[in-house]
């Protein structure tokens, strides 16, 4: 039996270790948030640059560059960019929308090829996703491209054709598709015996099981559509159906125009005129309604993952 004093003695013990284990963890704690404090600004910082310079006069940015706080105010570059707000608005409800719509579908077709292409008893598997796989490395051409939307499918100046052509990735379908490799095959045999056809299985088993890939993919097809402006390009001619990234992109290239002009025609440009500045000043248009977003898609993208990763 131990004395006493010997039982004392161990208790004092175990009670340094515990102290010593808990300076050990907030050291630790500590170097740990230390550091992703740094990462964290450096990753702020260049948004930072970038708010300063939309806030920045053009002569200021000429004379001393980009800076971290602006040595100039001046709001002119948001000014010209707000000169027309209707503008603005229905270009940014067109991109809202066509994102949206195009984010659902795309995901629920990429998710449905994918399982398709990963049941081990379709027997045209293998081929399908050979003739998937064969798209990506040979093209028709954006002249074929262009004809076929626009003289046979009639989808110019449409919100359609800002949809349809993003709607599947092969890349996605490729991931999508490793992903459900992985969900046991025992799930569907025990969901077929209990009578639940295909579709259903898809619906209510595989797709809750997916929520990590289709977090994952949706995101990045949102930002596709998000920052899509070729489509547009080659398709819209319409004021009214141009998503924001060609707005933006028409701007830019109506000012620097409008320079380039002056410059040829022996004209004095004012150098007050925003050009670096509007820049900067669509960059934080563009990127801010992502910016407010991402907050709350992220708490739904950690969410899936760790459901995923339970269930899975």
Known sequence: MPTQTQATTAASAGRGRSRALKGDLLLFQIIGYSVLTVLAAACLLPFLLVLSASLSSESS???????LFPTAFSGEAYRLLFTYPEQMLRAYGVTIGVTAIGTLLGLFLTSMTAYVLSRKDFKWRGSFSFFFFFTTLFSGGLVPWYLLVVNYLHLKDTLIV????????????????????????AIVESAKIDGAGDFLIYARLILPLAKPALATIGLFIALGYWNDWYNALLFISSKNLMPLQYYLYKMLGNMDGMRKALISSGA???????????KMAMTVVAIGP???????????????????????
């Open 290 to 312: 992502i910016l407010l977003a991402y907050p709350f898609i992220q708490r739904y993208f950690v969410q899936g993952l760790t459901i995923g990763s339970v269930k899975g």
């Open 268 to 278: 004095v440009v004012n150098t007050s005129l925003p050009t670096e500045s509007l």
């Open 61 to 67: 940015i000429i004379e001393n560059g980009f800076q």
């Open 162 to 185: 800002l949809i349809v052509p993003m709607l599947l990735n092969v890349f996605y379908i490729i991931v999508m598709k490793s992903f459900m490799n992985g969900i046991p095959e």
